[in-house]
């Protein structure tokens, strides 16, 4: 075999040509998916961004100082642990201190029982000795009767633990109890199991039995009571108020029996005064119920994101309120209705009208905020508990919210468009912890590729057909040109 003749011959210059290429090419990918991992150089090309995390987590992540270990509890193979899995190595590339796990129950029921697992598709959170537990039911959820989409809460309930288990200091959020308000462990599981994921302990107060307000106290909420407040329990909480104490006040419209004038003077104390009524919206309301509202979302801290977000808050069965502004206060609108609203107050008719010089007419108003500054003046033992507890916030400052119903806090309306991110931005305002206001869920998106008949066909005949076609001629036209040679 002539050696010269075969690397002159023309056919192997070709086929030498390709495998240079070739190999120039794969080389070059890898030089640049090296170059892509060494500097973490990443793009999400899917339409909901799906496996992008928000600015909210990158922070929490990059400022982590300890290490964050997560055990997944999983059966194999499930889709809820893909998503869980393609979650956990976004956290994991964003930071070195996270490492996980993924377990199977029934594989290693030791460990499970150690960790006091009880359902698959949980997580337990660990740094240090400390843990956090997600529950299936916190990962993910379904629509609800008022137009809920289906959610992958994953990030959600995963950074607000780790988010826990790093706060230095604990919130407290007491209940109010003693009046039939809702129960904490019957109506509100779902707030309470939020409350708690966002890293706040909450906990239940009867004034009446208790006689004080816990020091420890960051927030008092009153949840539709159906009875009316002691004079002794509105001076208590007056001056929780007055001392920079925070309160949101849910008051559902009384059609009958107690009319709450305690509460009702205790509020108008603060520049919100609640009418004795039932408000109906003809025009902004869920579907054909023009007692289940969807009020105007005015601007604020607390709404900010869900008007960005484009979304709405379903409320049922609210009264309306008045604001009084003051100079030493600052009253703002949260929710109102429409111009066509009106406020119900004839509650024997069997039709319900606007009823002119008696019947509030629209817009209403049915969520406002209060802020006011503490007075400068302090009692010598309230300087001396702030300089032990080395406080240096100058500008503490009462805080009240209230809405004119309760209704949207039960398990069944909370999920309900945007009314858990009204609550839980809400909480979040009233303690001074707004960074936290920015994680929700992602809505899950079931995309459908729908052709019609002609489309269909196209379709055929592009790929089936005429693809082929022209890499048969292509290279018939090549072998051609090569033989020719």
């Known amino acids: 075999m002539n050696?010269?003749?075969?690397?002159?011959?023309q056919r192997f210059q070709y086929g030498g040509n390709a495998v240079v290429l070739v190999i120039a090419v794969v080389g070059i990918i890898i030089l640049l998916n090296l170059f892509m991992a060494r500097f973490n150089l990443r793009y999400d090309f899917t339409a909901d961004q799906r496996f992008s995390l928000s600015p909210q987590t990158k922070e929490v992540l990059k400022n982590l100082d300890a290490d964050v270990e997560i055990l997944a509890f999983f059966q194999a193979g499930s889709y809820l642990e893909q998503q869980v899995k393609d979650l956990l190595k976004e956290y994991k590339t964003y930071s070195k201190y996270v490492d996980y796990q993924f377990i199977d129950p029934d594989k290693e029921p030791s460990l499970a029982k150690k960790y006091e697992i009880e359902m698959y598709n949980t997580l337990v959170v660990l740094k240090g000795d400390r843990s956090q537990k997600i529950k299936p039911y916190e990962l993910y959820s379904y629509g609800s009767m008022y137009g809920g989409s289906t959610e992958f809460k994953g990030e959600q309930a995963l950074t607000r633990a780790i988010m826990a288990l790093t706060r230095k200091n604990t919130e407290k959020i007491y209940f109010l109890t003693g009046h039939e308000e809702l129960s904490l462990d019957k109506d509100l599981q779902l707030l309470k199991s939020d409350l708690v994921g966002e890293g706040f302990e909450v906990d239940s107060l009867n004034l009446v039995e208790k006689g004080s307000i816990p020091e420890d106290a960051s927030l008092l909420i009153m949840a539709g009571p159906k009875r009316d407040l002691e004079t002794e329990e509105v001076k208590l909480i007056n001056n929780y108020l007055a001392s920079g104490g925070h309160l949101m006040a849910y008051v559902d419209p009384v059609t009958q029996g107690n009319k709450l004038i305690n509460i009702k003077k205790l509020l108008a104390d603060w520049g919100i005064e609640l009418h004795d009524d039932l408000v109906i919206d003809p025009k902004r309301?869920?579907?054909?119920?023009?007692?289940?509202?969807?009020?105007?979302?005015?601007?604020h801290s607390i709404t900010s994101e869900i008007l960005e977000n484009k979304m709405v808050v379903v409320i049922p069965y609210a009264r309306s309120m008045d604001v009084k502004r003051s100079k030493d206060r600052k009253v703002t609108n949260l929710l109102v209705t429409s111009n066509e609203a009106w406020g119900e107050t004839d509650f024997t008719s069997s039709k319900a009208?606007?009823?002119?010089?008696i019947d509030q007419k629209g817009p209403l108003t049915i969520g406002a905020v209060v802020t006011a500054p503490v007075s400068e003046e302090t009692t010598a033992e309230d300087t001396e508990k702030e300089a032990k507890d080395n406080v240096t916030d100058q500008k503490k400052e009462t805080r009240l919210v209230v809405f004119g119903t309760s209704s949207f806090l039960v398990d069944q309306t909370l999920t309900a468009q945007g009314n858990r991110d009204l609550v839980l931005n809400s909480v979040q305002w009233m303690v001074g912890q707004k960074e936290q206001l920015t994680i929700r869920p992602r809505t899950i998106e079931y995309r459908e590729l729908v052709l019609d008949n002609k489309a269909s066909k196209h379709l055929f005949y592009v790929t089936v057909v005429i693809i082929p076609?022209?890499?048969?001629?292509?290279g018939f036209g090549i072998w051609l040109r090569r033989r020719s040679l």
């Open 285 to 299: 309301h869920y579907f054909f119920d023009a007692l289940t509202l969807i009020p105007k979302i005015i601007s």
């Open 3 to 9: 050696i010269k003749k075969l690397f002159t011959n």
């Open 353 to 357: 009208q606007f009823d002119e010089g």
């Open 469 to 474: 076609l022209l890499v048969l001629s292509l």
